[in-house]
């Protein structure tokens, strides 16, 4: 049977695949085709509301049909292998499908391999993450009913998107532990892998300051090495060796990793844990120039999120077809942002570019500063623009 072609084929239809096919659409690209498994999408930021208990399942979740923009195939399957050579993907029912130009945007996936125990310590009541929706509202069943004992917060640096949001379920439940007067019987601790606690110095500042407010613990350049799920135990290792420590309660921001058939696909790049190796400006890729990457899944050199894809999105619906008629390719600076909630009424921007420097949307006021204004654009404003401006392609 000879495999269908597409002028354009989108592998991922969320965030960043639904965006680029409804702007390739308005754009004016003929033939659009997206391939994308599961009937339901998730609007991502949400799920740390609902881990904080601010936000339901419901409020994020929409049917996968509502999205897809009407003028674009849908295979409702998943991708398991690319050939590049052929320009020819393959379909885990069977089908072939030849593209003119490929958009890899899959995102990337739990690690759970990457710490001995973790699965098993969240299949517990003890322990849960934001990062899975069927573990979300968990994350706040544990938390909320916590009275006494140690909360321990934990943040992976290895591809978790959005990293800094791991913060808002433990900023969450210092507010509401403060607010039933249980704060004073809890140990909180954060152990963040990396050197700060968001992308920028000011950022990071102003959340140490807010975790010193709820009497956090913080220590960054510490991972979880190991957990012990029957005594509660996590293994640390640290600049200064090897620690352990006792938990109640575990929230984890877990490492993340590319699907395995990216690098089995020849398409990522050496010592980047098989992410897509895409120019990180152009997004095209290195070796296979009518491939391209966005979102999670592309090696961008800056810290992956949701507000990223508004830059990178219309670079790529820009580029496809300027590379066809060699033109000039527009450049995607690495902007990235984190909003993470200090307290349940306030919270704090930190946007910046790769070289991790501030890049704010506007001038002022200083998003930096946490404000009562950003909690509420942020939870009740931000899902909005998602629906109904972003995932339809209007983003410049
Ligand atoms: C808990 C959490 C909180 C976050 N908070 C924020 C925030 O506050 N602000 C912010 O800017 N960003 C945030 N992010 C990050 C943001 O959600 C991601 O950066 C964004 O969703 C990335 O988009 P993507 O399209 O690359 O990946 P995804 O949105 O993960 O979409 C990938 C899609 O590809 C599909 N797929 C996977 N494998 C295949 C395959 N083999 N074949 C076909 N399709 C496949 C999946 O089903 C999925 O629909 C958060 C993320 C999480 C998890």
Known sequence: MIAPR??????????????????????????VALVEPNEVHHYRPLLSYVAGGAATLDDLRRPQVDVVPADVHWYEDRVTAVDPQASVIRLAGGRSVGYGDLVLCPGSEVDWDAVPGLREAVATPHASTSYLPEHAPETWQMLSTLTSGRAVFVISDRHVPCSPVGLKPLFLAAGHWCATGVLDTITIDLLVEGARLAGTARADRELRAAADDYGVRVRTGTAVSRVEPGSRTLHLRTAHGTDTLPYDALYVAPPHRAPAWVAASGLASAGSDGFVDVDPQTLQHRAHPRVWALGDVATVDTSPSGGALRKQVPVVAHNIPAALVGGTLRHYDGYTVAPVTTSRH????????RDEHEEPTVPFPDLVRPRRSLYLFDRYVEPQVYWHRLLRGKVS
Request: neutral net charge; aromatic residues 0%.
């Open 346 to 353: 306030e919270l704090l921007l930190a946007e910046h570019n």
């Open 6 to 31: 597409h002028r354009v084929v989108i592998v991922g239809g969320g965030n960043a695949g639904i965006s680029l096919a409804a702007k390739l659409l308005r754009s004016g690209c003929p033939d």
